[in-house]
């Protein structure tokens, strides 16, 4: 009896030891998850940090690619008035914006020269015929060329100054898009559609799917739009975030068409100046202004080259109110012949245009470059 007492004790004392050494090992491994869960969430971090700094680098890398000066041509609506037919003033026109595209210019300004006094291509005019309303003819030929071509009958109903747009050659800007072609930027239009509370505004960018937009904006407006990568090929929108019209040049070093303004003389041109600081850097051309070759331009964030008409600056001064000087080289900081030893007795605006930007191209080059390209 005694040693059957003795044997349940040793039992007892055993299953004792046994659950405190269980306990004990329990103890071990729960510290051990602890530690792997402890190790598995300093690695993730340690991935999103990395993720992090490579988007950051990105950024700059694409902040780097960016182009933070503009280029703005100024020149008169008179030259329509040189051509002999409807036709071959919008053709002329769109030699000026194929040119401009070409050397990636942000801003055309339409100047007058003849005190016509126009100020918007809004409303409704009446057919120009050969003569006259040249400005504003010229000024809405330019809008509706930098227009992708699906977004056009959005913004320019029928109209007698379009009405042989049809013939022109087309800009073929890297903002007027394909409708499979993948970019991380498009053109669009907000469209008049209901949308869900919270819910962004709905733009046709020109594809095949609708994009949903981060913000509610009013119906009709002109956006630029930053696709985001699409999360579900078969989701029926495409979701993107309303950027500023600049916002492809200065981040991504894309041209992204030119915007045009109307100018009412030629002191306008400098006096209405988008820019807050104004143009810094002020070219005029001329036969009679100095070489080109020789002219070294200092460095700038917005530049502006004028050209005159038929006759040249002269005329545009003469007949400006605002200026009581006779000489139009001292308007510039630069007047330069951007032709020199020319063989014709006069080379035609949108002669000029193509040769000067084509011989001034270097030289803004050399200007724009950053201590790090050079």
Request: proline share 5%; aromatic share 6%; charged share 30%.
């Amino acid at each position: 009896m005694a040693d059957g007492v003795a044997a349940k004790r040793v039992q007892a004392e055993e299953r004792k030891v046994d659950w405190r050494r269980w306990k004990q090992e329990r103890k071990a491994e729960k510290k051990k998850w602890k530690e792997i869960k402890l190790l598995k969430k300093l690695e993730k971090q340690r991935i999103r940090e990395l993720a992090e700094k490579q988007v950051e680098k990105q950024e700059e890398q694409k902040e780097d690619k960016g182009r933070q000066y503009t280029l703005s041509v100024a020149l008169p609506g008179s030259i329509l008035n040189n051509a002999q037919s409807l036709e071959l003033r919008t053709y002329l026109a769109g030699q000026i914006a194929r040119a401009c595209a070409i050397f990636c210019v942000d801003e055309i300004i339409v100047f007058d020269e003849d005190g016509e006094d126009v100020k918007s291509v809004e409303g409704n005019f009446e057919g120009i015929g050969r003569r006259g309303k040249a400005c504003v003819q010229l000024a809405r030929i330019l809008q509706y060329l930098e227009c992708p071509q699906y977004l056009r009958k959005s913004f320019f109903p029928k109209h007698e100054d379009l009405q042989f747009a049809g013939l022109l050659n087309p800009l073929d800007s890297p903002h007027h898009m394909r409708v499979d072609e993948d970019s991380e930027y498009r053109e669009g239009v907000v469209l008049d559609r209901p949308t869900k509370p919270g819910k962004g505004s709905f733009v046709n960018c020109g594809m095949k799917k609708e994009v949903q937009i981060d913000r509610q904006l009013n119906p009709g407006l002109r956006v630029t739009v930053r696709l985001e990568e699409p999360q579900k090929p078969e989701a029926k929108v495409r979701k993107g975030t309303v950027v500023s019209s600049h916002h492809p040049r200065t981040v991504s070093g894309l041209y992204w068409g030119y915007t045009v303004r109307l100018a009412s003389c030629l002191s306008a041109v400098f006096s209405e100046c988008p820019f807050k600081e104004g143009y810094d850097l002020s070219i005029g051309t001329s036969e009679r202004g100095s070489s080109v070759d020789q002219a070294t331009l200092p460095s700038f964030r917005h530049a502006l080259v004028v050209f005159g008409g038929l006759e040249g600056l002269e005329a545009g001064v003469d007949v400006d109110p605002n200026l009581e000087v006779t000489d139009p080289s001292v308007l510039f900081d630069f007047y330069l012949n951007t032709c020199p030893s020319q063989g014709s007795r006069t080379i035609r605006t949108e002669e000029a245009l193509l040769i000067s930007l084509s011989a001034l191209r270097p030289h803004i080059d050399e200007a724009v470059k950053t201590p790090s390209d050079s």
